[in-house]
């Protein structure tokens, strides 16, 4: 009997105490992607006040004057337009010709972050973490373009308290910002109690204690702080760490209520059975045999189990305190299968605040399909444990884009990756970031390739299909089991022009539904009409080229000509349409699937002419 | 791209030339970048080292504006010329300089303006149009009659009588100034003479054009 009761005290608060302390890693890990998407998007906005403040013409006016003092006046005037708090003009030649933080300059003095400047000169503009005058900035550096460079403009924002305090708003952790560098550590920022800040700096001073990407415990102040590190800029030099931090004990508070009260109730139900007060020996036993019982359900992982304990005395309370413990574990289980799937903060978010229950709904979102080209024969040609590592890089990679735009991965199958947007999180936009994403992981694919390249390894290349339509999409399953996921013939069309590609030799195909969305947004080539098998009605198909704007690197005349080729087909009039499609091909130096196709397609018409119900649409065949 | 430089007094600046080449020699120079690179639109300027006196010249020539670009990408002048700068769209240009050799605005203008501009310091006059980011041009100044552009095979040809030249290399995505490639060159007289230069380029960020007109293709825009 006593035994038992030990054994009921000890699962429980063995349970409780790891529910607890992992529900607070789950909010610190929560709390760093939204402070690292708080930090982007702060850069983004800076950078663009920056890109804006360069290309005024008065302004360009004013450098001209080479008059520093006129030139500062300017820049004072600009920057209060964005709020930026401190400005610097930096010749071609790397020389200051202007500073707002030191109006004595005159243009003779050498600028101290040179490499900032050669920086932007490769990449068009730069941006970094310095420190001036004893406070530390995020430095924004664009160029004046008269057309070309005339001057470097350095749009500094001060990065203080104020940015702590509002980050500890947003993401509900406490934030400690530090600069580091050889001359030692200087707090930015720090929303912790003043008299612990010092030491934190000491203990980020101390190498011994680990404090990385992984989230440890310190002590603080006598409390137990479980801590997060993340290094958000880096050059040579300097870097800046965030350190996101969140009370254990606080986190702890309702676990150690819950332990304080299961002591009083073992306690008096041991003084009892002492007693051996055989009135009382059939309420007691009974319902502590139930919670042995338990006990053990959870530890054999079962956490639907519940106690049935209908008394209203102190074991009454013990027991739904256990039901209320499993419960929390399971809900937390649940949530490790959610977030399995979906990482992105907002659609895990979603997910959690909706009860999960089965059954679909009809949503418009888009589907995507992507599988490996000629899978099979690397597999060959690859061992077991390389093939296993190229995937999980490839998969890996690109499933951190789908995350990244709110995407939902529904599955993997071996190479292939079906994902879809539009839910649960409802857009208008969907097709867009599909679209978008797609061309986002071809292009991060292709720089993969590169990299595989120079290690002498295997390189992948990826086909893509994209359709757009009403499917069903929901937790499907059984009640135990069960997925977020979609169906529909939406879903197979999606399927079907990604292995469509192949006879294109192009990597990025949707359908007209898809096009209808995005036809502004990107550059677009009609493909075909096809019909899928068992279906009526054809579906023009299109291939995905990049975005609008894109330098794609192909002779401008080249889609247009195309284009033509294709009306001149579908028309029937094949002689100018191998013509123009002969040129077009000539525009890419003769390799382009689509015209080579069609070129084959006209000379098989030409030997056996189409009847006259010809209507140029062909089959797609399966996948 | 269509060069329409219109020689307004061209009769007068040959007739100079022949006068002082009554027996031209060919000084041949190929231009490659250090990453061993033919580079096309370099400038190679040839000054005689003795110092003779050059001719002033009153040359006019005008850069067109066809399209939202500069018909003319690099224009080579001698120091004292005026050049014009005719807008052939329908839509007005706001050309201007804010180079050391030559600061200078047309605002908002249509059509050609009445006053040409003159350019009369050596150097490189960067040209840009305040409305349309992306339009740029060169006028590079120089006090010789002896220049030429090199073309797609880095070759450009000078036809000067013989004698000791300091010979200058400029491109507009030159790295450093163009002094410091200067190479003093003996042109012999009867056998011409060839010559390689090997210049640094850096890399030059300027603004696309607008997507919106480049979708149009070339049609109805203008
Ligand atoms: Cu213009």
Not at chain 1, 383 to 403: A, F, G, K, R
Not at chain 1, 450 to 466: D, N, T
Not at chain 2, 118 to 133: E, K, P, Q, R, Y
Request: glycine share 8%; charged share 25%.
């Amino acid at each position: 009997m006593g035994l038992a009761l030990v054994s009921v005290f000890l699962a429980v608060n063995a349970a409780n105490l790891t529910s607890a302390k992992d529900q607070i890693r789950e909010k610190l890990k929560v709390s760093h992607r939204v402070f690292m998407r708080l930090i982007d998007a702060r850069s983004q906005q800076l950078a663009e006040g920056a890109y804006v403040l360069s290309s005024d013409f008065a302004f360009k006016r004013a450098i001209t004057t080479y008059d520093s003092q006129t030139i500062i006046s300017a820049m004072d005037n600009l920057g209060g337009r964005i709020g930026a708090d401190a400005m610097a003009l930096v010749s071609v030649d790397y020389e200051l010709l202007a500073d707002t933080l030191k109006p004595e300059v005159t243009g003779e003095d050498e600028f101290i972050f040179a490499d900032l400047i050669e920086h932007a000169e490769e990449e068009g503009s730069a941006s970094s973490i310095v420190q001036m005058e004893g406070r530390v900035y995020q430095m924004m550096v664009v160029p004046i373009l008269a057309p070309e460079p005339i001057a470097w403009l350095c749009v500094s924002f001060v990065l203080d308290q104020r940015l702590g305090d509002e980050m500890k708003t947003l993401t509900t952790s406490d934030i400690s910002l530090f600069r580091i560098d050889e001359s030692g550590i200087v707090q930015i920022a720090s929303t912790l109690p003043v008299e612990l800040q010092a030491e934190l700096v000491g203990v980020i001073r101390d190498k011994t204690v680990p404090i990385g990407d992984r989230s440890i415990t310190i002590p603080l102040g006598g409390m137990e702080y479980v801590t997060y590190k993340t290094t958000f800029f880096e050059d040579g030099v300097s870097k800046v760490i965030a350190v996101l931090q969140r009370s254990l004990q606080e986190g702890l508070l309702p676990y150690y209520r819950l332990r304080a009260l299961l002591l009083a109730i073992s306690a008096i139900a041991m003084i009892i059975t002492a007693i051996g007060a055989v009135a009382t020996s059939r309420s007691v036993t009974k319902p502590v045999v139930t919670l042995v019982e338990g006990a053990r359900e959870i530890e054999k992982g079962n956490y639907t189990h519940r106690v049935l304990v209908e008394q209203k005395d102190e074991l009454g309370v013990l027991a739904s305190s256990f039901n209320h413990m499993t419960e929390s574990l399971s809900e937390k289980e649940k949530i490790r299968n959610l977030l399995g799937k979906v990482m992105s903060p907002a659609v895990a978010h979603e997910l959690l605040n909706k009860e999960v229950t089965l059954g679909g709904e009809e949503k418009n979102m888009s589907i995507f399909f992507s599988d490996v080209k000629g899978f099979t024969s690397i597999s060959e040609q690859l061992s077991p444990q390389d093939l296993v590592t190229l995937l999980n890089e490839y998969l890996t990679e690109m499933s951190d884009l789908i995350y990244d735009t709110d995407g939902v991965i529904d599955k993997f199958i071996g190479d292939a990756i079906v994902a879809f947007w539009g839910a649960p999180l409802p857009r208008d936009d969907h097709a867009e970031i599909a679209v978008r994403s797609a061309l986002r992981m071809q292009r991060k694919l292709a720089e993969m390739r590169a990299v595989w390249k120079e290690q002498g390894r295997h390189e992948i290349y990826m086909r893509v299909g994209i359709n757009t339509g009403v499917v069903v999409v929901g937790n499907m399953g059984s009640k135990e089991r069960m997925d977020y996921t979609m169906m529909g013939d939406g879903v197979n069309l999606a399927a079907r022009l990604e292995g469509a590609n192949k006879n294109y030799s192009t990597e990025l195909m949707i359908s007209e539904f898809t096009h209808e969305k995005v036809k502004d947004q990107f550059i677009l080539r009609e493909l075909d009409c096809v019909r899928v098998q068992g279906k009526k009605e054809a579906i023009r198909v299109f291939e995905v080229m990049g975005e609008t704007g894109d330098d794609l690197g192909i002779d401008e005349r080249f889609l247009p000509c195309f284009h033509a080729a294709l009306g001149a087909f579908r028309s029937g009039d094949f002689d100018e349409s191998k013509t123009l499609f002969q040129k077009a091909l000539s525009f890419r130096d003769g390799v382009d699937g689509p015209s080579t196709l069609y070129l084959n397609r006209i000379a098989e018409l030409k030997e056996n002419p189409p009847s006259a119900d010809w209507d140029c649409v062909y089959d797609l065949a399966k996948g | 791209m269509r060069r329409t430089v219109h020689f307004f007094t061209l009769t007068l600046i040959v007739g100079a030339m022949t006068a002082v080449n009554v027996s031209a020699e060919s000084l041949s120079v190929t231009v490659s970048s250090n990453e061993g690179k033919k580079v096309s639109e370099a400038v190679v300027t040839a000054t005689p080292v003795n110092g003779v006196e050059l001719a002033k010249t009153n040359q006019q020539l005008a850069i067109d504006q066809i399209d939202k670009v500069f018909v003319d990408h690099v224009t080579v002048v001698q120091a004292g010329t005026s050049v014009s700068f005719p807008n052939r769209d329908n839509i007005r240009h706001h050309v201007y300089s804010f180079s050391k050799p030559k600061t200078f605005e047309i605002p908002l203008y249509l059509g050609t303006p009445r006053e040409p501009t003159s350019f009369d310091t050596t150097g490189a006059v960067s040209l840009g149009c305040n409305i349309h980011d992306w339009m740029s041009a060169y006028v590079y100044v120089v006090d010789t009659p002896y220049y030429s552009m090199t073309g797609k095979s880095g070759i450009a040809t000078l036809e000067l009588p013989a004698g000791e030249y300091d010979v200058v290399t400029w491109h507009p995505r030159l790295r450093g100034p163009a002094k410091k490639t200067t190479k003093r060159i003996n042109v012999a007289s009867g056998k011409g003479e060839t010559a390689d230069i090997t210049i640094k380029l850096k890399k030059v960020w300027k603004p696309r054009r607008s997507p919106v007109a480049s979708r149009s293709g070339g049609g109805g825009y203008r």
